[in-house]
């Protein structure tokens, strides 16, 4: 009797000081959330809706909420992964986002339409899974481009090559993606089997937050089940895919492992776009990077010029032809891309007023224009 007494104690000293106990984040975010005092809880984003986002609280309970009129006119909306600051009055019904904490490893991409900007996928991100599949997804051109959005986002990348068992030859496969890989893992599972599943266990550390990206069908879902132990995902037959072309998984959503990292299951995507990843191209690319040290003029675009070294290297043999043009495609997109960015944000700028609507013009009519 004695005991429970003691725990039920316990539990509501826990109370408390819960929200400083959120999972995942770091020092910068708890320190950011010290600002606030009063009827706020820290929580993080696993889900978003259409008008709400899920989020997981203190004490481990996900709520469905809104955000303040005020956050959504700084054009501030949350993303999956995103640690939030939630007023919390429960006498007037009151629960909504107020605030996000900064963000760390934030993964974009360039937004589809003519609009460009790039779009949040997921927030605070310690590492990114890869995820591609012996067969018919097997790129490595892809998976050059996804190291590129991945190393521009400040996440860690790890390559997972699923479905080994579809294969005799996963060494080859593997062999082939080491060589592009640089200082990125490589790992080759069967997630529906379970095979080399132990292999990932180094990336998973408690509250760390990975995120999965990849075709759809390579078995990201498939993967994050036999994590979780349990199926909590939806998988489906890949032979669906071709005849209907559609996704199984269609909304984003952060889950937690037994083993206290969080993942967060993507809806596959045809092919990533670059967005701002020209940051990325130089860490994908180091070995390129490496041999323009050598060229002989400094902003060598190494497509043509004279006195290029990494023309020179590729020549020799020492750097494979099919490397450099993807190379040079990707940061001819990515300078696209940057261009067109520049075009969407002032586009976003004007969107944003008519997001306000009403409440800008109010806002301008006070201010006298
Ligand atoms: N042979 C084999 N099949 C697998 C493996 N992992 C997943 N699959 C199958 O691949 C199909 C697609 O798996 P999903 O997990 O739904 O793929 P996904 O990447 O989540 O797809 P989206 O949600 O559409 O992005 C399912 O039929 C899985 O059973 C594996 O290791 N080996
Ligand atoms: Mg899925
Ligand atoms: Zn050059």
Redesign the pocket.
């Known amino acids: 009797m004695e005991n429970s007494h003691e725990s039920s104690d316990r539990t509501e000293r826990t109370d408390t000081t819960a929200s400083l106990h959120t999972p995942g984040w770091n020092k910068e975010q708890e320190e950011a959330f010290t600002r606030y005092t009063g009827p706020y809880l820290a929580g993080r984003v696993t889900s978003r809706h259409k008008t709400a986002f899920d989020v997981l609280l203190p004490q481990g309970e996900t709520g469905r909420v809104g955000a303040s009129g005020a956050l959504r006119r700084l054009g501030k909306i949350p993303a999956v992964g995103d640690f939030v600051v939630v007023l919390d009055q429960p006498d007037s019904g009151t629960r909504m986002i107020v605030d996000i904490l900064p963000r760390h490893g934030t993964l974009s991409r360039g937004a589809p339409g003519e609009g460009g900007g790039s779009q949040v996928i997921a927030a605070n991100l310690d590492t990114v899974f890869i ?1 591609t ?2 067969g018919g997804d097997f790129n490595i051109r892809r998976l050059e481009r996804y190291l590129a959005v991945v190393h521009a986002s400040g996440a860690r990348p790890v390559i997972v090559i ?5 294969t005799e030859d996963t060494d080859a496969l593997v062999e082939e993606t080491v060589a592009i890989a640089g200082d990125t893992p490589v790992v080759a ?5 379970g ?1 080399g599943i132990e292999e990932l266990s180094p990336f998973l550390p408690a509250g760390t937050t990975v995120a ?1 990206v ?13 994590l979780l132990t349990t199926s909590v ?9 071709d005849e209907r072309g ?5 909304v984003r959503q952060l889950f937690s492992l037994p083993g206290g990292a969080m993942v967060i ?5 045809r092919e990533i776009q670059l967005g701002n990843a020209a940051a990325g191209l130089e860490e994908t690319f180091a070995d390129i990077a490496e041999f323009a040290a050598d060229c002989r003029y400094r902003d060598c675009r190494h497509d043509g010029e004279p006195g290029c070294a990494v023309q020179e290297a590729a020549d020799a043999g020492l750097l494979s032809e099919a490397r450099l043009l993807s190379y040079r495609r990707l940061m001819k997109e990515a300078g696209f891309q940057a261009e067109k960015n520049d075009i969407g944000l002032k586009r976003l700028e004007k969107k944003k007023y008519k997001w306000i609507g009403k409440a800008a013009k109010d806002l301008n009519r006070e201010k006298g224009r």
């Open positions: 995820v599949a012996a699923n479905k080994a068992d579809l599972i069967s997630a529906r089997e095979g999965l990849g075709s759809s069908g390579v078995g990201k879902s498939t993967l994050i089940n036999t995902q939806e998988t489906r037959d890949v032979r669906d895919y559609r996704h199984t998984t269609t299951d993507n809806p596959g995507v």
